[in-house]
């Protein structure tokens, strides 16, 4: 019921290409579903995140795409460069539960 | 440019000795999580503290694992004794009730048991 399902475990997209991570979930209490970045040797850093009252959100190259109804949301890269080159996270929690329940990461890889 | 700080980066150690991680959630946060990163078992929650009380450690190895808040700005994260398969990163993370459900993270703290 706490699992965030996440995948591809691992994704590579050529430069300029549009690379896009998908995350599935059971619990329908979640209310707020972030992505987090990392790179090698760092911590995850927060990337973007929705709330389920819009169905998309937009940050510069960045969207999240969000559907209530199938319990599933992506992270959308466009015009992917080297420097995305990193694993990302989707997480959600609930109202009043500040715990994240983390999915299993995507190792996305960037080729020239 | 305010950020979580952890010490130390890396830690050697071997088996059975103690090992204190430590944490300065950025200044105003008042919530305050742990994690353990492993490549089998990804991201975990150990552990979690608001307004320095403990809310949530059913994460966390209770007969060896400890976590404390001792003020606002330090927590830490004890091991004793430690054990070869507690070798992972270990990350601190804060955040704000009032700013929303964001958590920023810090570097990470290396843990090596041999």
């Known amino acids: 019921q706490q699992q965030v399902k996440q995948s591809p475990q691992s994704l590579i997209v050529q430069k300029g290409g549009i690379s896009i991570i998908n995350c599935a979930y059971e619990n329908t209490a979640f209310d707020y579903f972030p992505w987090y970045q990392q790179f090698p040797g760092k911590g995850p850093a927060l990337l973007i995140a929705?709330?389920?009252?819009?169905s998309e959100k937009k940050e510069g190259r960045f969207t999240i795409s969000f559907n209530k109804s199938a319990k599933q949301f992506s992270l959308h890269i466009m015009d992917s460069q080297p420097g995305d080159s990193a694993t990302y996270f989707c997480?959600?929690?609930?109202?009043?539960?500040?715990?994240?329940?983390f999915g299993t990461g995507t190792r996305l890889t960037i080729i020239p | 440019d305010a950020r979580v700080t952890q010490t130390p980066r890396h830690k050697v150690t071997e088996m059975g000795q103690e090992v204190t991680m430590r944490c300065q959630p950025i200044l105003g946060h008042n919530t305050v999580f742990w994690y353990r990163q492993t490549m089998m078992q990804g991201l975990e929650l150990l552990a979690y503290f608001r307004n320095r009380a403990p809310l949530d450690d059913s994460g966390m190895p209770k007969d060896r694992f400890s976590a404390e808040m001792p003020d606002a700005t330090l927590a830490t994260l004890k091991i004793q004794p430690s054990e070869p398969r507690d070798s992972a990163v270990y990350f601190c993370a804060s955040g704000s009730r009032d700013r929303g459900d964001e958590q920023y993270f810090g570097p990470g703290t290396r843990l090596t048991v041999t």
């Open positions: 997480a959600a929690n609930s109202f009043g539960n500040e715990k994240l329940t």
């Open positions: 929705i709330r389920p009252d819009v």
